[in-house]
């Protein structure tokens, strides 16, 4: 099954649902409906899985007094509906106490395929996903399909250079992902701290909250790092050069088993003997 094929029914029916403004009175085929709040699955393969409280408070007493003014989406599944769109909301009614909410019921069938790639298109085109969120699903999307970054930027209508940056932060840690999701770094502070190991991840992350530092401050302090590990890298392998240089010229020079180790040269010797050998060459 392609990509992106088959979603055409759902999209355009959401769409055309919303364009009309549907509602009880002129729902001549039954497509808008009250359902209760128990009645309806989550999506299981829904990729966000950050929700903000604080946002959902708001959404939550603006649903209390003003009503729901976008229905979500649901698909009839016989004993109960599938959420296909609208998880904020549907959460905001739980919060705000509500028995019911008012749903439009997709009249299409749908398999789980379609219904992960569904979840994961819309939320990416609603842009309602932060950063690792997103990288994940971009992530799942190319490893179901087998598709390249390219097939997925015309998919998602992403450019290929922001898809494949963004899939650059599942490389960083823990902790570095969960200060972004947590809204404090940028992605662009993120981004910056690929390539370096989660202890020097931690460092950065912990210097740009404590400081509040710019992502150009944070990208000078981290070319800096990179360029005094490049000297230092450099320096242990002149040394490294060095060292080997001088075990190539002594293993033709001397009958014993010499090794270079740490900027030690090893010299072995089976016995008394040939350590008095030895000390008679040097004199």
Same mark, same amino acid.
Do not use: C, W
């Given at each position: 099954?392609?990509?992106?094929?088959?979603?055409?029914?759902?999209?355009?029916?959401?769409?055309?649902? %919303?364009?009309?403004?549907?509602?009880?009175?002129?729902?001549?085929?039954?497509?808008?409906?009250?359902?209760?709040?128990?009645?309806?699955?989550?999506?299981? %393969?829904?990729?966000?899985?950050?929700?903000?409280?604080?946002?959902?408070?708001?959404?939550?007493?603006?649903?209390?007094?003003?009503?729901?003014?976008?229905?979500?989406?649901?698909?009839? #599944?016989?004993?109960?509906?599938?959420?296909?769109?609208?998880?904020?909301?549907?959460?905001?009614?739980?919060?705000?106490?509500?028995?019911?909410?008012?749903?439009?019921?997709?009249?299409?069938?749908?398999?789980?395929?379609?219904?992960?790639?569904?979840?994961?298109?819309?939320?990416?085109?609603?842009?309602?996903?932060?950063?690792?969120?997103?990288?994940?699903? %971009?992530?799942?999307?190319?490893?179901?399909?087998?598709?390249?970054?390219?097939?997925?930027?015309?998919?998602?209508?992403?450019?290929?250079?922001?898809?494949?940056?963004?899939?650059?932060?599942?490389?960083?840690?823990?902790?570095?992902?969960?200060?972004?999701?947590?809204?404090?770094?940028?992605?662009?502070?993120? #981004?910056?701290?690929?390539?370096?190991?989660?202890?020097?991840?931690?460092?950065?992350?912990?210097?740009?909250?404590?400081?509040?530092?710019?992502?150009?401050?944070?990208?000078?302090?981290?070319?800096?790092?990179?360029?005094?590990?490049?000297?230092?890298?450099?320096?242990?392998?002149?040394?490294?050069?060095?060292?080997?240089?001088?075990?190539?010229?002594?293993?033709? #020079?001397?009958?014993?088993?010499?090794?270079?180790?740490?900027?030690?040269?090893?010299?072995?010797?089976?016995? #008394?003997?040939?350590?008095?050998?030895?000390?008679?060459?040097?004199?």
């Amino acid at each position: 099954m392609a990509l992106g094929k088959g979603l055409g029914a759902i999209l355009d029916e959401i769409g055309q649902a %919303y364009e009309n403004e549907i509602t009880f009175e002129n729902s001549s085929a039954g497509q808008v409906k009250e359902i209760e709040l128990h009645e309806i699955t989550p999506n299981p %393969y829904q990729p966000r899985k950050h929700f903000d409280e604080e946002a959902l408070v708001e959404l939550s007493e603006s649903i209390k007094r003003y009503g729901l003014l976008q229905p979500i989406v649901v698909i009839d #599944k016989g004993e109960s509906y599938l959420l296909v769109a609208g998880e904020r909301r549907l959460r905001a009614h739980q919060l705000a106490g509500l028995e019911t909410i008012v749903a439009i019921v997709a009249d299409v069938a749908i398999d789980e395929a379609k219904l992960r790639e569904l979840a994961l298109i819309e939320n990416i085109q609603r842009e309602d996903l932060n950063a690792i969120e997103l990288a994940h699903s %971009y992530d799942e999307l190319i490893k179901v399909y087998k598709i390249t970054h390219n097939d997925l930027s015309e998919v998602v209508s992403k450019s290929r250079s922001q898809i494949t940056n963004t899939l650059r932060l599942l490389a960083l840690s823990e902790y570095v992902q969960s200060n972004l999701i947590a809204g404090e770094i940028s992605q662009g502070h993120a #981004k910056i701290l690929v390539g370096f190991n989660d202890e020097e991840q931690k460092a950065l992350v912990d210097t740009i909250i404590a400081q509040k530092l710019s992502v150009r401050e944070t990208e000078l302090i981290a070319k800096s790092k990179k360029d005094l590990a490049s000297n230092h890298k450099s320096s242990k392998k002149r040394e490294f050069d060095f060292m080997r240089k001088q075990e190539d010229n002594l293993v033709g #020079k001397l009958p014993f088993p010499i090794k270079v180790k740490n900027n030690t040269l090893e010299i072995k010797f089976k016995n #008394k003997k040939e350590v008095e050998r030895f000390l008679s060459m040097l004199d």
